[in-house]
T-cell receptor
Framework: ETGVTQTPRHLVMGMTNKKSLKCEQHLGHNAMYWYKQSAKKPLELMFV???????ENNSVPSRFSPECPNSSHLFLHLHTLQPEDSALYLC????????????????FGNGTRLTVT | GQQLNQSPQSMFIQEGEDVSMNCTSSSIFNTWLWYKQDPGEGPVLLIALYKAGELTSNGRLTAQFGITRKDSFLNISASIPSDVGIYFC???????????FGTGTRLKVLA
């Protein structure tokens, strides 16, 4: 079982569709992240959940809606996306300390390649 | 916002050569990480650095946490074809839980 598993690996959706990306981690971590990776740009942090609370919403449009039902699972719900949202969406996990501060490296999944038509 | 400058952006090298890449920031970092990403996969952690001046090796890879805490470098010795990929640095500023990523160094190894 790989450490961080993302499904689906590829997704093509129209601008009016609703879809969800799923992430599951088997590392016993308590912080989970969504990153967006576009060509020739640094990884962009979208959302952070630490100890199951959302601690970061990095000015992400409301058409992206995260959900973290427990420390092992993270979802990204997608609705009414735009073509410029096409990218690789990466989930990561790490270990946070008692007060929620991250104190370990990020471990990434293999991502979902999203194409919005 | 905070930025990481990673260089070079890309490089072609001959198999067997040594490679060096670096990242610099405008602010102090508590942690530096180096990742490699292969096509169709997520970034994989290579080396983590936690103290200024720290020098850490992982096989043919060596990375250092700069003394000023504003830079880090990664060296690959005796490169082989499977070293091809994109290498990312990431830093965590003091007092935050966010990791900021560089734009990556695309490495191509010529056999």
């Amino acid at each position: 079982e790989t450490g961080v598993t993302q499904t689906p690996r590829h997704l093509v959706m129209g601008m009016t569709n609703k879809k969800s990306l799923k992430c599951e981690q088997h590392l016993g971590h308590n912080a989970m992240y969504w990153y967006k990776q576009s060509a020739k740009k640094p990884l962009e942090l979208m959302f952070v959940y630490s100890l199951e609370e959302r601690v970061e919403n990095n000015s992400v449009p409301s058409r992206f809606s995260p959900e973290c039902p427990n420390s092992s699972h993270l979802f990204l719900h997608l609705h009414t996306l735009q073509p410029e949202d096409s990218a690789l969406y990466l989930c990561a996990s790490s270990q946070a300390g008692e007060q929620g501060a991250v104190n370990s490296p990020l471990h990434f999944g293999n991502g979902t390649r999203l194409t919005v038509t | 916002g905070q930025q990481l400058n990673q260089s070079p952006q890309s490089m072609f090298i001959q198999e067997g050569e040594d490679v060096s890449m670096n990242c610099t920031s405008s602010s102090i970092f508590n942690t530096w990480l180096w990742y490699k990403q292969d096509p169709g996969e997520g970034p994989v952690l290579l080396i983590a650095l936690y103290k200024a001046g720290e020098l850490t090796s992982n096989g043919r890879l060596t990375a250092q946490f700069g003394i000023t805490r504003k830079d880090s470098f990664l060296n690959i010795s005796a490169s082989i074809p499977s070293d091809v990929g994109i290498y990312f640095c990431a830093g965590r500023p003091s007092g935050t839980y966010k990791y900021i990523f560089g734009t990556g160094t695309r490495l191509k190894v010529l056999a």
